[in-house]
């Protein structure tokens, strides 16, 4: 009697696991309520089973996304790089170009302006020695 309800138990637990076996995960079958009727109606082993089937379906596709994001990312990165260096070079460039002419017309304004002073120091001069030694006939 204990065989057969052993024998029993192992045959209701195949059926069970074979039934289970034929649900494939999907969107429907992986919910929690339809674990929890797999649970009710054919015991604990298939729901688990499929629980398991579902959580590692999902971890393959969730791989798959993230390998893909991963690649998709990868490439955006590269290409975001070499943007940003060449726009690091195109401004150092403008950069330096602009440095070099504000110096260059500062520079031309110092000589300019100090020439314009030295002829008014002359000019000055010259006035303070016509006024106080007469001018030149």
Not at 50 to 62: E, F
Not at 99 to 110: M, T, V
């Given at each position: 009697?204990?065989?057969?309800?052993?024998?029993?138990?192992?045959?209701a637990t195949l059926l069970a696991f074979a039934a289970c076996?034929?649900?494939?995960?999907?969107?429907?079958?992986?919910?929690?309520?339809?674990?929890?009727?797999v649970a009710d109606h054919q015991g604990l082993a298939p729901?688990?089973?499929?629980?398991?089937?579902?959580?590692?379906?999902?971890?393959?596709?969730?791989?798959?996304?993230?390998?893909?994001?991963?690649?998709?990312?990868?490439?955006?990165?590269?290409?975001?790089?070499?943007?940003?260096?060449?726009?690091?070079?195109?401004?150092?460039?403008?950069?330096?170009?602009?440095?070099?002419?504000?110096?260059?017309?500062?520079k031309d304004g110092i000589v300019e302006g100090a020439g314009?002073?030295?002829?008014?120091?002359?000019?000055?001069?010259?006035?303070?020695?016509?006024?106080?030694?007469?001018?030149?006939?």
């Amino acid at each position: 009697m204990k065989a057969t309800s052993i024998a029993a138990f192992a045959a209701a637990t195949l059926l069970a696991f074979a039934a289970c076996a034929a649900e494939t995960p999907s969107a429907s079958t992986c919910t929690l309520s339809h674990l929890k009727d797999v649970a009710d109606h054919q015991g604990l082993a298939p729901a688990a089973e499929l629980a398991k089937a579902c959580a590692a379906q999902g971890y393959q596709s969730a791989k798959a996304f993230i390998s893909e994001t991963y690649d998709s990312s990868k490439e955006s990165s590269a290409s975001t790089y070499d943007k940003a260096k060449d726009y690091a070079k195109e401004s150092y460039a403008d950069v330096k170009n602009g440095s070099k002419e504000a110096y260059d017309k500062a520079k031309d304004g110092i000589v300019e302006g100090a020439g314009a002073a030295w002829s008014g120091i002359k000019d000055a001069g010259a006035s303070v020695r016509d006024s106080i030694f007469g001018a030149k006939k």
